[in-house]
């Protein structure tokens, strides 16, 4: 046939197919090489894990790159001074964050007020008066003791005040100051007071706040461990410092690295569980476990491979091994179920079968690993670096593994071949004879067996189950016109929770629900939400005597004020603050603005002047509060509307509070994710288009990729699983299962001989429902474990891993069978537009496979129950001897066979040429 009549697709997989085969010949006649060569490689990379760099700061990790607000606090730190720790207010941040250390005490008793005696003495003796004394060296000091916020409050004249009915709440000005308003809402909650004035009876939450030095994380940790130790009677005491996010967070995901030892553990025992099946000869239990060994070395020689490059590790990729032992396996099943397909040749070598085996699993797992690859690539294009390093790992990983099974693996099964055909036991290795009806039930089962003769002779239950069950399921007529409705309606309830799901990451999700951390950020957000100080910054020199400027200046923060969320009675400004004092008398601005910050330092760090004329400001900071925002959106909400307002000013101001790269990330995941995940899904759909060329197919594939996506989406937001960077790198992996899940079932139904659609789905489904099954539950037995774990890394994933598997699985073993028995191509070839024979007797796309011996071929039942046989089948460019290929199923590839039924009456056998040597050939489509 010319070569220009093969369809492309068909060339790159004949090619890849004979590569495989070749070498799959090879690892069968050398397998302790390759195995020695396997091991110390992958261990030596393992190695590479000493030097792992683990990051784990959340302003790195969650953050978007390059963002906006990262930019303008960068900016701002070049023009501003930093704050200074004796004057500072929350007002004083401007490009970062101050180290504190903050104490909530509660009153346990609702009847019993933080202002009674027995109550504050022990708050003050046990806990204030010690960080005062134990801690001074480790706090900012303002006349010798440590700058403390909220402490006054159980100062014993502050209290008497209160015993007085002297105290308002929430605005209180002190008569004994300098006749200024405080907001005790920050440092005082849970307060009952008098509904006609005010005044404060009782309260019972407060909050006590400590400036910590920059340089001491191993006092603030001594902070920590400190406090853990102090039991009080009459409050309960949470606590944290500006470390504890860090700490907690890599000790909620590091902690439970461990459960991985017990997830191999459990996928070992599912293996060998699916793959015990016939006697004590032919049982695949101790290839299963090399099988997942060769899945943790590639695992292992990856993270080694990448730590030794100096790539950091994001602890949120400790859940790369549990994702990788999933595909690890299915891989293995992959090629067990192209093992089994050679049993039927009772002559063949073993190396012959090995390399049979790699010729067609060969194909399918560098398929979906290449689909796999290129979905996590692409998802290392995403603008937060935990998706990046996770996609990076975990696509390197993928290829990894992928070379330990074409290497490792490989060689064992070589192995596994060798002690199977020579008759010898599982355990003992010792040779056995075949079972007798006079032996013992015991003695014929333990010491009896023989090599299978028939793919399905060690098959076990679980392999046999699905096969028989699902087919007879679908092909029942209220199953096939009622599921397309049922689909349609899932699909619109999913569409339902991914228009409603909720955007962000809260950090308190991040640590461990039993952390100090935790409980600390509870409390404080029930009793103390955040209220937001947002700063415009002024940048450039602007002459603010002038009344122009001072106005313009006055109508920015009138404009922010309008804002419904902003508190219109609340600004801390220096302009207006000297405007309205009695420094301010308009005939020298630089004298008397310098006369009042002496008076006035809170204001010093908000003001820039000029290092070679002190006259003139450069850059001037005035800014507002928030009220209290609850969810997150809202929060990034706030900072686009307080941008316009900095846009609309005809000063050139800069908005800025050190949250909104925070808030960045509330704006950046959804279109991130929807970036991210459309790429991989048009990528993969143009290697579909590659290796699916019938349109039908590739528009099936694509459509049931869609509907898993939005399902999970949709679900998500049901099972309270909010859309961020962590459920984003989920969602970039479920890409590759779909495409997994849907290329088995269309594969197997192109691969067919049956002429009619119904008997082709039916075909599909029988040979496509097992691997897709055993495929799907290994992986999740891999995640079953995190479903213990207390970290929210963890046990996201692991309900993610659930969402897609069941709506992986259900798609492909139901939806898309039913869609192809509707629909479905009736027969031809690869591209559905051609019947199976050429008028000269050719097939097109016919492939090659490796040389194996003459024998009989055994007859084998059909799925549609004809009898199935291979007429004869010859090897390409070996001349005129005849081989054996396997029969169709699975991810296996197939060969055209010949049916007996009505619908496949038998083909001719053609000699086709080859250059100069004349040879047969299997003609098929292998997919």
Known sequence: MPCCQVPFHQMVKTSVSRVLGGYGQFVGRHPIPFIVVSIVVMGGLAAGITQLTTENDPRVLYYPRDNRASKEREQLGKIFLPYNHIEYTDFSVVSYAPLEATLIFKVKDSSKSLFDDDVAQEITNSVLNLVDTEHKFNCVLRNNSCVEYGRQFMRDAFRNLVKSGLVTYPKWTDPSGDGSTQDLSDYLADVVVNKSNNVILSARVLQVRYLMLYSSHYYKTLFVSQMRTIQLTYAEMYYETSDSVDDELTKAVEGDTTLFVGAMLLVIAYSCLVTVGGNIVSTRALLAVAGVLATAFGIAGAVGFLSLLGQDFAIINFVVPFLLLGIGVDDMFLV????????????????????????????????????????????????????????????????????????????????????????????????????????????????????????????????????????????????????????????????????????????????????????????????????????????????????????????????????????????????????????????????????????????TADIVVDPNNSSKIVASKCSVLSGSLDKQYDQADLMIRMRAVAENSPLPVIVFQIDFELFEQYLATLPATLQTVGCAVVAIVVVCMLLLPHPFMVALTTLNIIMIICNIFGFMYFWGITLSSITMIHLVMSVGFSVDFSA???????????????????????????????????????????????????????????????????????????????????????SGDEPREQGNGEVPGEVPVPMVKNGPIPERSGSDGNSMRIESITVAGTGSKNGVAPMSGGKTGAFEENSHGKDNPPTKKDNVSVGSRSSNKISGSLV
């Open 336 to 603: 067990m179920s192209s093992w089994s397909e050679t049993f039927q040749q009772s002559d063949m070598s073993v190396p012959e079968r090995v390399g049979i085996t790699l010729t067609f699993a060969g194909v399918g797992m560098t398929v979906t690993s290449l689909t796999d690859f290129l979905a996590f690539m692409i998802g290392y294009s995403s603008v937060f670096f935990s998706v990046r390093s996770f996609c990076l790992y975990a696509g390197v990983a993928v290829l990894f593994v992928y070379l330990s099974h074409l290497t490792l693996f490989t060689a064992c099964l070589s192995l596994h071949g060798r002690r199977v055909y020579d008759s010898r036991h599982f355990l003992t290795c010792r040779k056995v004879e075949p079972r007798q009806p006079e032996h013992s039930f015991m003695y014929k089962y333990l010491c009896r067996g023989e090599p299978p003769r028939q793919p399905r002779d060690d098959e076990s239950v679980c392999e046999r189950f699905p096969r028989l069950l699902i087919p007879k399921l679908v092909k029942l007529r209220v199953v096939l016109y009622s599921v397309p409705v049922l689909f349609a309606a899932l699909l619109a309830v999913s569409l339902y929770g991914a228009v409603h799901i909720e955007q962000g990451l809260n950090f308190k999700d991040l640590v461990l629900r039993s952390s100090y951390y935790y409980d600390y950020i509870t409390t404080k957000n029930e009793y103390f939400p955040d209220r937001i100080p947002i700063g415009f910054s002024i940048i450039g020199e602007h002459n603010y005597a002038d009344v122009n400027v001072q106005q313009q200046v006055k109508d920015l923060l009138k404009a922010a004020k309008a804002d419904g969320d902003i508190q219109a009675d609340v600004e801390h400004c220096w302009l207006t603050a000297f405007l309205n004092s009695t420094f301010f008398q308009n005939v020298s601005l630089p004298l008397e603005l310098r006369a009042f910050l002496a008076q006035n330092p809170v204001f």
């Open 744 to 830: 088995h079932v269309c594969s197997a139904y192109l691969m067919s001989n049956f002429g009619t659609r119904q008997k082709r789905a039916y075909d599909a489904i029988t040979h496509a429902a097992s691997p897709i099954l055993n495929g799907g539950i290994s992986s999740l037995v891999g995640v079953l474990l995190l479903f213990t774990s207390e970290a929210y890394v963890f046990y996201t994933f692991f309900k993610i891993m659930v969402l897609v598997m069941i709506f992986g699985i259900m798609n492909s073993v139901v939806f898309l069978p039913v869609m192809l028995t509707l629909f479905g191509p009736e027969q031809g070839t690869a």
